[in-house]
């Protein structure tokens, strides 16, 4: 494998540039991702509006700056296309936690449920359910679904929790959770709002009850996003994963937005650890080198297909 070549991150983003153009290539990158590799990207958004994006692009090469189940989607929606992943070790605890064969078990158990399943699982569990959704699109999807199916969902318990009670419809969850958005701590953030009493706390349905409860507004992470650009407060407390401040900034350069505390001290654990594993240098490596890439078998493929068709029209 070649090496990054020396010079400034003026240079390295030159040379992206132009393997870009070499290539036919688009950079897709998630709000999570490190705040340089969102500003060379193309297109910047959450998992939603990324599986647009990778349908509807005409590039040759596609380099998706996330994690391992985007691009993985990105190649299910393309499968002529070379989708490059910067660091294959890019996992996600909630996809991590819900294996392909315990969740076919669950799916036997229940024969008589529909599966609808977040968009943080692998492709082999995407095979095996009805339906995908995205935390942006979830609600609008139960909605659709009658009132007389019973729903099973995975593999997010604490988005499968605020999503019942939004919807009033019961569902038997699957017990995952991302690990992010559980590291939030209750007591912390009553700090911060004795210490910030102007400040709205929002959050992702991602996180758990207790934070939920007394969160000024809940959203997905676009939805948290035009929230702050629409609404007339000027401070935020902000319980999701710390890089989607850099578009918060962006786009509301006037306000404050204070990233929620983790429970331990001692490491940055509102930071992806898995989305972080993706670097400026790394980026550059994999488009130089057209590798990593995704893989994948055609009939897996087909299979994963058919949900997240599913899910792109119902939302």
């Known amino acids: 494998m070649q090496s990054v070549k020396k010079g400034s991150k003026d240079d390295l983003k030159d040379q992206i540039n132009e393997l870009r153009k070499e290539l036919n290539a688009v950079i897709l990158a998630h709000y999570y991702q490190e705040a340089e590799i969102q500003d060379i990207a193309d297109f910047v958004g959450d998992s939603l509006e990324l599986a647009r994006k990778a349908k509807s692009t005409s590039a040759d090469v596609i380099?998706?700056?996330?994690?391992?189940?985007?691009?993985?989607?990105?190649?299910?929606?393309?499968?002529?296309?070379?989708?490059?992943?910067?660091?294959?070790?890019?996992?996600?605890?909630?996809?991590?936690?819900?294996?392909?064969?315990?969740?076919?078990?669950?799916?036997?158990?229940?024969?008589?449920?529909?599966?609808?399943?977040?968009?943080?699982?692998?492709?082999?569990?995407?095979?095996?359910?009805?339906i995908i959704c995205t935390s942006s699109s979830a609600e609008k999807i139960i909605n659709q679904i009658p009132i007389d199916k019973p729903i099973l969902f995975s593999p997010d318990r604490n988005l499968g929790r605020y999503l019942s009670q939004k919807t009033g419809r019961e569902m038997l969850l699957w017990n995952g959770s991302c690990h992010v958005h559980e590291s939030f701590s209750e007591q912390k953030i009553i700090d911060l709002r004795l210490k910030y009493p102007e400040a709205k706390l929002i959050s992702h349905p991602e996180c758990e009850e207790p934070i939920l409860m007394f969160s000024h507004f809940?959203?997905?992470?676009?939805?948290?996003?035009?929230?702050?650009?629409?609404?007339s407060s000027v401070q935020y407390i902000v319980a999701t994963e710390a890089g989607i401040i850099h578009q918060m900034k962006k786009a509301a350069p006037e306000k404050e937005f204070i990233p929620a505390p983790p429970e331990n001290d001692v490491c940055s654990c509102n930071e992806c650890p898995y989305m972080r594993l993706n670097t400026m240098e790394k980026l550059y490596l994999c488009m130089k080198n057209e590798y990593p890439s995704i893989t994948m078998d055609e009939e897996l493929r087909k299979k994963a297909l058919i949900p997240i068709e599913k899910m792109l029209a119902m939302s």
């Open 63 to 130: 380099v998706f700056a996330g994690v391992n189940f985007m691009a993985e989607t990105a190649k299910i929606l393309n499968p002529d296309k070379l989708v490059l992943l910067p660091d294959l070790e890019a996992g996600c605890s909630l996809a991590e936690g819900c294996p392909a064969n315990d969740f076919k078990a669950f799916r036997e158990k229940y024969p008589d449920h529909l599966a609808i399943t977040y968009i943080n699982c692998s492709a082999e569990v995407k095979a095996l359910s009805d």
């Open 218 to 231: 809940i959203g997905s992470t676009s939805k948290l996003l035009s929230y702050v650009q629409e609404d």
